[in-house]
């Protein structure tokens, strides 16, 4: 795992769903338009590992920094979505934590799709 300060902005797939289909229903305002989609919050590697091992209680010590950084990977990613949420009245549903919930639900649900 690469460092655990390393900072993304982690959105959920329902919300990037929600942002395609406001989109689509609102052609007419969106077109020939970029937006970005997130969540507009940073989160670290070692924060997302942490609710990740809160909510599946698990115990497992994460080994940081043993995969190179690439050199363009940036230290910090976070989607400005300011112009979705003027243009669109757009905005996620979800933060980092319940999103996870909700992957792991459905994980423990299915784990028979996983098994040979």
């Known amino acids: 795992m690469s460092s655990a300060t390393s900072v993304r ?21 969106a077109k020939g338009e970029i937006f970005n989609i997130g969540t507009g919050a940073q989160t670290t590697i070692g924060e997302l590992v942490n609710i990740v ?3 599946s209680n698990s115990n497992v010590a994460p080994k940081y920094n043993q995969i190179k950084q690439a050199q363009f990977e940036p230290k ?5 979505i300011s112009k979705i949420k003027k243009i669109l009245n757009w905005k996620p549903k979800y933060n980092l934590k319940k999103g996870l919930e909700a992957d792991i639900k459905w994980f ?8 040979n």
Do not use: Q, R
């Open 53 to 55: 091992k809160k909510i």
């Open 76 to 80: 910090s990613w976070v989607a400005d």
């Open 108 to 115: 423990k649900k299915n784990l028979n799709l996983y098994k």
């Open 9 to 29: 902005d982690f959105v959920f797939i329902e919300d990037i769903i929600s942002a395609y289909l406001t989109i689509i229903k609102n052609v007419h305002k």
